[in-house]
C-alpha cells in the first residue's frame, strides 16, 4: 500500500521547487501469520539471542516508512541559460517475499547437517536421518520485524547551454542504502573449541536479518551537441560504490562482524560512453556506441580460514587489479587451501569476456 502528496510550485519567477511525502507498507508480504515449527523446541528456546527468530505467527508489518522528497532546480541568471538543480529523498524498495517462503520451505524440507558421513549413498543418510544418528538440523529463521531495504540519496548538478548546438551536464549523485537484507549462522563450527558455537543439538543455524549496507558516489558529467538531425554525446561517469556483502552473496557469515563495507563487485570507477547519431542519404541515420570503462574489483579471500570460524570466504585480503588492458571477466580469488598450500592460479585470470563485439541495426518509420 502506497499513499503520497506531491505538488510543485514557483516561489520566484527563476526557482521551481517540488517537494512530496509518501508512506508505504508491505502487509504480510513474510507469512506473517506462520507459526514455525521450531518455535516449540525446547533447546532453541532456551538460547536468548535467538528469540526474535522463533516466531509463532505474530511477526509485525512494516509501517513507518515515511519518505520524504525535495527537488529544485533554479535559473541564476535569468538568461535560460543556466541551470542549478538538486534534490533528497528516501526511498523505500519492495519487501523480498522469497525469505518468508525460504522460512516455509525451511521448516517443511529440512536441511541436515552430517559431520564426517563416510558415505554418499542417498538412502543410507536417509535413514540416519529417520533414526536421527550422527545428524544434526538446520533451520531457516527470519527475524520477527524485517526493516524495508531503504535508499537515501541527494544530487546536486548544474547544467549550462554553451552555444547554440553545445551543452554541458555535471552531477554530483550520492546514495546511502541500509536494511538490506543478509544472513547470519551464530552456531557455525568454531574450530578453536572444536565444537558449535551455541549447541551441538543443532548444526548451521540460518538466520535472515536487515543490517546490510551499501553506499554509492558518483560524478556525471556530460557533453551533448545537436543540429538538426545531428547528435554527439560524450559522458564521463567517476564512481564509487561499496557494499557489507558484495562479491560473496551466496556467503552465510558467522558474526554480523564479518559484513564489512568494501568495494562491490560491481565498482566501476571509470566509465566513458560516446554515441552519436548522423544523417545519411535516402533518410537513413548511422548510429555509434563506444564505451571504455575501468576493470571491475574482484572479491579476494586468503583461503585458509584464519579466523576459524569454518567458513573460507570472510578472510579478506586488500588487493586489487590495476590497469589490465584485457577484458578479463574471472580471477582466482582464493589464495590458499584450507590446508594452507598455495593456490597457482590466485589473482591469476581465469577467463575473458568477448574479445571483440559489435552490433547492427536497422529500425523503418514509416
Do not use: C
Not at 93 to 107: K, M, Y
Not at 313 to 338: H, K, Y
Amino acid at each position: 500500500m502506497g499513499l503520497y502528496l506531491n505538488d510543485e510550485w514557483r516561489p520566484a519567477s527563476r526557482l521551481t521547487v517540488n517537494l512530496g511525502l509518501r508512506w508505504d507498507a508491505e502487509l504480510n508480504t513474510l507469512s506473517n501469520d506462520f507459526v514455525n515449527p521450531w518455535a516449540s523446541d525446547a533447546t532453541l528456546r532456551g538460547i536468548p539471542s535467538l528469540a526474535r527468530w522463533l516466531n509463532t505467527g505474530n511477526r509485525r508489518n512494516d509501517l513507518n516508512n515515511f519518505s520524504p522528497r525535495l527537488s529544485f532546480s533554479w535559473d541564476p541568471t535569468g538568461g535560460n541559460r543556466t541551470f542549478v538543480r538538486g534534490g533528497y529523498a528516501i526511498m523505500y524498495d519492495r519487501v523480498t517475499s522469497f525469505i518468508g517462503f525460504q522460512e516455509r520451505l525451511g521448516a517443511s524440507w529440512r536441511t541436515y547437517n552430517f559431520v564426517n558421513p563416510g558415505t554418499t549413498d542417498v538412502e543410507v543418510l536417509r535413514q540416519r536421518v529417520r533414526q536421527g544418528v550422527a545428524v544434526t538440523p538446520s533451520p531457516v529463521l527470519v527475524k520477527d520485524l524485517m526493516r524495508t531495504p531503504e535508499n537515501r540519496q541527494w544530487s546536486i548538478g548544474v547544467g549550462h547551454q554553451l552555444t547554440p548546438e553545445w551543452a554541458l551536464n555535471v552531477d554530483w549523485i550520492q546514495q546511502d542504502i541500509r536494511n538490506l537484507y543478509v544472513r547470519v549462522n551464530p552456531n557455525f563450527f568454531d574450530r578453536v573449541r572444536n565444537a558449535r558455537a551455541l549447541t551441538p543439538a543443532f548444526g548451521d543455524i540460518v538466520l535472515w536479518d536487515d543490517f546490510g549496507r551499501a553506499k554509492f558516489r558518483a560524478l556525471i558529467s556530460q557533453l551533448t551537441y545537436a543540429k538538426g538531425q545531428r547528435r554527439a554525446s560524450i559522458a564521463w561517469t567517476l564512481s564509487y560504490n561499496n557494499s557489507d556483502f558484495d562479491g560473496n552473496l551466496a556467503a552465510i557469515f558467522p558474526q554480523r562482524a564479518s559484513y564489512q563495507l568494501q568495494r562491490a563487485a560491481g565498482d566501476e570507477r571509470h566509465r566513458v560512453l560516446v554515441s552519436t547519431i548522423q544523417p545519411l542519404p535516402w533518410r537513413f541515420l548511422l548510429s555509434s556506441i563506444v564505451t571504455v570503462a575501468s576493470p571491475r574489483a574482484v572479491a579476494v579471500t586468503d583461503g585458509r580460514d584464519l579466523n576459524l570460524n569454518n567458513v573460507f570466504v570472510d578472510d579478506f585480503i586488500e588487493v586489487f587489479n590495476l590497469l589490465n588492458s584485457n577484458n578479463w571477466s574471472t580471477f582466482g580469488a582464493a589464495a590458499r587451501q584450507a590446508n594452507g598450500n598455495a593456490i597457482a592460479s590466485f589473482m591469476q585470470p581465469t577467463n575473458v569476456f568477448a574479445a571483440r563485439q559489435a552490433q547492427l541495426g536497422v529500425r523503418a518509420e514509416f
